[in-house]
C-alpha cells in the first residue's frame, strides 16, 4: 500500500510540476509583454508588388464583401486581390472577377487550406509579385496596412506578422473570444518580438516574401495546422518572423459555444500534431544553437489556457481532501497566479466596457468547450472543419 501511496505522491507532484512551468511560461512573456515595441512606418523607397490572398472554402457571401473592402485598400504601390476559390458558386465567382479580383479556382478531394495555397503560389509564379499577404475570407486591413508591410520588407524582412484584432465584439462570446485573441498577441507575439524572438504565426494577416513563401507551400505537406508547420519551417530555416503590433487586421470573432468547440477542436488537432512531430527534434536543434526552434517546440507542451484554468481549478478543490501531492497552497496559488496572468494581458481598454464582465460569465461554457474539443481532435484529421463567417461590421468600441 506505501508503494502505491509514494506512486500517488509522484504524480501528482509530476503534475504540479508540469503545470508550474506552464503557469511560469506563461507570466514570464506576459510581463515582457508589457515593454514597447519600435512604431511602424510608412515609407519606403520601393513600392513592392503585393499579392492579397483570399484562401476561401464555401464562403459565399462574406468573401464578396471582403474583396470589395481590400480593392479600395489605400497603398502606394501596385497589389492586387487574389481569392483562392475552392467551393464557390459560379455566380460568386463571377461577381468577385467583376469587381477585379483575380480568381484561381481549386478543386481537392480532401481540402487544406495550405494546399489551396501552395496550387495558386505555383499558379502566380511568373506575374512580378515581391510580397505575398494571407488574409482569412472575413479579414479586413487597417488603413496604410499594405505600405506599413512593404516598408518592413524594404528593410530586409522576409516574414512579417501583424497584428490580428477583433471586428466583432457583439455578443458575450464574441468579447470573450476578443480578449483571448489579444492575450494570445501579447504572450505569443508582442511577449516574444520584446526579447528579439519571433512571433508565433497565427494564419492569417501574415506577410512573406513571394518566392520564399512559394518555396515554404511546396514543402509544407498535408496538415490541419498550415501556420504551425510554416512556423517551424521559417525557423529551421533561422529566418527570423517580424511582429508589427500597431498594423491590425481585422477578423471576425466566434459568437457562440458550438463554433468556439468547433475551431478549438482544429486548434488542439493542430497542437497535438506538432508536439508528436517536433518534441524530439525541439532538443536537437537546441543543442545546434537554434533557440527560435526550441522555443516553438516548448509552446506545443503548454496546455490551452482555458483547459489549464480549468484544470488548476478543479486540482485546487479537489487538494482539499487529498493528502497527495501539493497542498491546496501550491494549487490555490498557481490558479491566482495564472488569473493575474490573463489579466495583466487584457488590454487596458477592456477593462473600462461593461461588456468583459459579462463575457467573463461566459468561461465556464468555454471551458467545457475545451474539454469537448480535446476529445474530438479526431475529427480534424478526417474533415476540413472550416468555421463559419457573417459579415459583421468593424466594432472599434
Wanted: proline share 3%; with cysteine.
Amino acid at each position: 500500500m506505501e508503494v502505491i501511496y509514494s506512486v500517488l505522491n509522484f504524480l501528482f507532484w509530476l503534475l504540479g510540476i508540469y503545470l508550474l512551468l506552464n503557469c511560469c511560461y506563461l507570466a514570464f512573456f506576459t510581463l515582457v509583454g508589457l515593454f514597447t515595441l519600435p512604431k511602424s512606418k510608412t515609407s519606403a523607397e520601393q513600392s513592392r508588388k503585393i499579392a492579397v490572398l483570399f484562401p476561401t472554402y464555401q464562403e459565399n457571401v462574406v468573401i464578396v464583401e471582403s474583396v470589395k473592402a481590400a480593392l479600395k485598400h489605400s497603398y502606394n504601390g501596385p497589389f492586387e486581390v487574389i481569392v483562392i476559390a475552392d467551393g464557390l458558386q459560379p455566380e460568386t465567382l463571377h461577381t468577385l472577377k467583376e469587381l477585379g479580383a483575380q480568381v484561381i479556382e481549386v478543386f481537392f478531394e480532401k481540402s487544406t487550406k495550405g494546399k489551396a495555397m501552395k496550387f495558386a503560389m505555383n499558379q502566380l509564379e511568373g506575374q512580378g509579385f515581391d510580397i505575398a499577404l494571407v488574409l482569412d475570407v472575413d479579414n479586413v486591413m487597417s488603413e496604410n496596412c499594405l505600405n506599413y508591410i512593404n516598408n518592413a520588407f524594404e528593410h530586409g524582412q522576409r516574414v512579417v506578422q501583424t497584428h490580428r484584432t477583433a471586428k466583432n465584439m457583439d455578443s458575450s462570446f464574441a468579447f470573450l473570444d476578443a480578449c483571448n485573441e489579444e492575450v494570445n498577441n501579447h504572450i505569443y507575439r508582442k511577449g516574444q518580438a520584446v526579447l528579439g524572438l519571433s512571433p508565433a504565426l497565427i494564419g492569417s494577416g501574415m506577410a512573406f516574401e513571394f518566392e520564399y513563401f512559394r518555396n515554404l507551400l511546396n514543402n509544407i505537406g498535408e496538415t490541419v495546422g498550415e501556420d504551425k508547420q510554416l512556423d517551424f519551417m521559417i525557423a529551421k530555416d533561422r529566418v527570423h518572423v517580424t511582429y508589427m503590433n500597431d498594423v491590425y487586421v481585422y477578423d471576425e470573432k466566434v459568437e457562440n459555444a458550438k463554433v468556439f468547440t468547433k475551431q478549438r477542436t482544429r486548434w488542439i488537432a493542430s497542437q497535438v500534431e506538432f508536439l508528436k512531430k517536433y518534441a524530439f527534434e525541439g532538443f536537437v536543434q537546441l543543442f545546434n544553437g537554434n533557440l527560435e526552434f526550441f522555443n516553438k517546440t516548448l509552446q506545443t507542451f503548454l496546455v490551452p489556457r482555458m483547459l489549464l484554468l480549468g484544470l488548476l481549478f478543479v486540482m485546487t478543490l479537489q487538494s482539499i481532501f487529498n493528502p497527495f501531492g501539493p497542498t491546496v497552497i501550491f494549487w490555490a496559488g498557481l490558479f491566482i497566479c495564472l488569473c493575474l496572468t490573463l489579466l495583466i494581458a487584457v488590454p487596458r481598454r477592456f477593462y473600462a466596457d461593461r461588456r468583459l464582465y459579462i463575457a467573463m460569465l461566459q468561461i465556464p461554457k468555454a471551458m467545457i468547450g475545451m474539454v469537448v474539443a480535446l476529445f474530438s481532435i479526431g475529427k480534424a484529421k478526417k474533415s476540413f472543419m472550416v468555421t463559419p463567417h457573417s459579415n459583421k461590421p468593424i466594432d472599434k468600441n
